[in-house]
């Protein structure tokens, strides 16, 4: 049936959830998550009642900016997940400066209080090699 179809297309979704500052005058705060296919309307929904993530209970959402359909689960869709939460801090960084990665959370980096980007974020910030 196409209900079996959809269920094999896509295991798990990496969402992403524009959120405010702590004191919410401004947005462009960002939170990554992943979710089952049954239990995302129940997981965004925990996101907006302060039940889920703890940047996302002081960091309220605005709205869901994505959606990203994984047709795996497990290591393949934390993977997807990390991906986003990194792609997310380089627009930031690109918006708001060398410190722009401290606006998002996901994946790995879920901790309110990071003191240090992610090491894959060095890369971006390298100069290229230079041609001989």
């Known amino acids: 049936s196409s209900a079996t179809l959809g269920a094999l297309e896509c295991r798990s979704y990496v969402y ?12 462009d705060y960002w939170y990554a998550g992943i979710s089952s296919p049954s239990q995302l309307g129940n997981r965004l929904d925990c996101h907006w009642e302060s039940r889920a993530a ?4 002081t960091h309220k959402p ?6 990203h359909r994984c047709p795996a689960s497990g290591d393949e869709a934390l993977a997807l997940e990390r991906q986003v939460t990194l792609d997310v801090m ?11 990665w401290r606006r998002v959370r996901g994946g790995p980096w879920c901790s309110e209080h990071m003191e240090h980007p992610p090491t ?12 001989d």
Do not use: K, M
Request: proline fraction near 9%; charge should be neutral.
């Open 62 to 67: 605005v709205r869901v900016a994505a959606v």
């Open 16 to 27: 992403v959830i524009e959120c405010q500052s702590c004191d919410g005058t401004e947005h």
């Open 90 to 100: 380089r627009e930031c960084i690109q918006r708001h400066g060398p410190d722009g």
């Open 120 to 131: 894959e974020l060095d890369a971006d910030r390298r100069p290229p090699p230079r041609a």
């Open 54 to 57: 703890r940047w996302t209970r």
